[in-house]
């Protein structure tokens, strides 16, 4: 082995290599003198206190590493925490997402239920009815030949069952308001009233089909429910001026949303009756313009008179169409509270209108 001269020393002593170096050399020179001694206790006791130092040098003890904690673990810990938190927040969301899945499932396959029942009764009904000829005692219209009209039979019997079922879902929603349940129990019940109010425009659109004029005439209404009648149904105008006062507390942004609303359903509504307007003076104009003008061709004349007669369809269609959006609208303006006021309002104000009738007709008369 080449030895190293002073000057060599000297340039690993100001690298800092020279002291471990130079305690290598002496532990080897240790470990040959006690070799060559011929001595295994003393070598191997020198072995074990040059482990024993070179433990103690670098590494830590565990009361050392217990007692001076490192920053990162300060920095694991806190981290630790807000993974916990936010996974305790993303389980809590879950859980009420599951919650109301649940519910509107619930609400859900319980509507389905009901419209199977009620539809499977509505033709166990119609059913017996056509078996016994009970169609011409049964419906309150006959047509101008005499005859009953099945169509408009089975629309009398499915009306009066919806207004039974209209009469349970008002006092639901009185019942939840008094309760005070859940906005999420309470959306799906004006859910399913504004549904309901659905179902009856279909209904009145299929009638309109078999016999427009027997609709638009309000013959399946109540006798006070015909003095406001427009073109087969409520004025949406009127419906909204009713319901106002029953709304409040409004926000600023509400209360111009439902003005906004009530100008646009008043343009709708004028548009839809100046129509009306305009298919009556046709009508009169195609049945005397042969009288006057001493025409021989009267058929073509009543001809495009029936034609304009069907445009009449249209009207009530659209004049449901505009209900049915007013209230829509009216929804999604309002919280779900106030809908669900609106709603039971309407439902009230409609009933009292029939009630009103009842009264009306058996009111005691004094004898001429």
């Known amino acids: 082995m080449m030895s190293s001269s002073p000057t060599q020393l000297a340039?690993?002593?100001?690298?800092?290599?020279?002291?471990?170096?130079?305690?290598?050399?002496?532990?080897?020179?240790?470990?040959?003198?006690?070799i060559n001694d011929h001595s295994p206790n003393t070598a191997s006791s020198s072995v074990i206190?040059?482990?024993?130092?070179?433990?103690?040098?670098?590494?830590?003890?565990?009361?050392?590493?217990?007692a001076e904690p490192s920053s990162n673990d300060h920095q694991d810990d806190?981290?630790?925490?807000?993974?916990?938190?936010?996974?305790?927040?993303?389980?809590?969301?879950?859980?009420?997402?599951?919650?109301?899945?649940?519910?509107?499932?619930?609400?859900?396959?319980?509507?389905?239920?009901?419209?199977?029942?009620?539809?499977?009764?509505?033709?166990q009904e119609l059913e017996k009815a056509k078996q016994q000829g009970m169609y011409s005692s049964g419906s309150s219209y006959v047509g101008p030949s005499g005859s009953i009209n099945p169509s408009i039979a089975a629309f009398e019997l499915e009306y009066s069952h919806w207004l039974e079922e209209q009469s349970r879902r008002v006092s639901e929603i009185r019942t939840a308001l008094q309760a005070h349940i859940s906005d999420i129990e309470l959306r799906m019940l004006v859910e399913s009233c504004l549904n309901h109010y659905a179902n009856l425009f279909r209904m009145k659109s299929d009638a309109a089909k078999a016999d427009v004029f027997y609709l638009i005439s309000g013959m399946w209404r109540t006798s006070t429910e015909r003095f406001f009648q427009w073109i087969g149904g409520f004025r949406p105008s009127d419906i909204l001026n009713v319901v106002m006062p029953y709304l409040q507390p409004l926000t600023d942004q509400q209360i111009l949303e439902v003005r906004n609303l009530q100008q646009s359903s008043q343009q709708a509504e004028d548009a839809l009756s100046q129509g009306i307007d305009k298919l009556q003076q046709s009508l009169a104009e195609n049945i005397v313009i042969d009288v006057v003008m001493e025409s021989n061709d009267y058929p073509s004349y009543m001809g495009a008179a029936?034609?304009?007669?069907?445009?009449?369809?249209?009207?009530?269609?659209?004049?449901?169409?505009?209900?049915?959006?007013?209230?829509?609208?009216?929804?999604?303006?309002l919280t779900t509270r106030q809908a669900a006021r609106g709603l039971l309002c309407l439902g009230e104000y409609l009933h009292r209108l029939r009630a009103l009738s009842s009264l009306w007709a058996a009111r005691p008369r004094e004898h001429a």
């Open 11 to 34: 340039s690993l002593r100001d690298l800092g290599i020279y002291e471990p170096f130079q305690q290598m050399v002496s532990w080897g020179n240790d470990f040959k003198s006690d």
């Open 49 to 66: 206190q040059v482990d024993h130092n070179i433990t103690k040098a670098n590494y830590p003890s565990h009361n050392q590493m217990d």
């Open 78 to 123: 806190e981290d630790d925490g807000r993974n916990h938190d936010k996974m305790k927040r993303r389980l809590a969301q879950n859980r009420e997402a599951a919650r109301k899945s649940r519910l509107r499932k619930k609400a859900y396959v319980q509507q389905l239920e009901e419209s199977r029942l009620k539809l499977a009764q509505l033709e």
């Open 306 to 333: 029936i034609e304009n007669l069907q445009a009449l369809e249209g009207f009530v269609n659209q004049a449901d169409h505009l209900r049915q959006q007013t209230l829509q609208q009216m929804a999604k303006i």
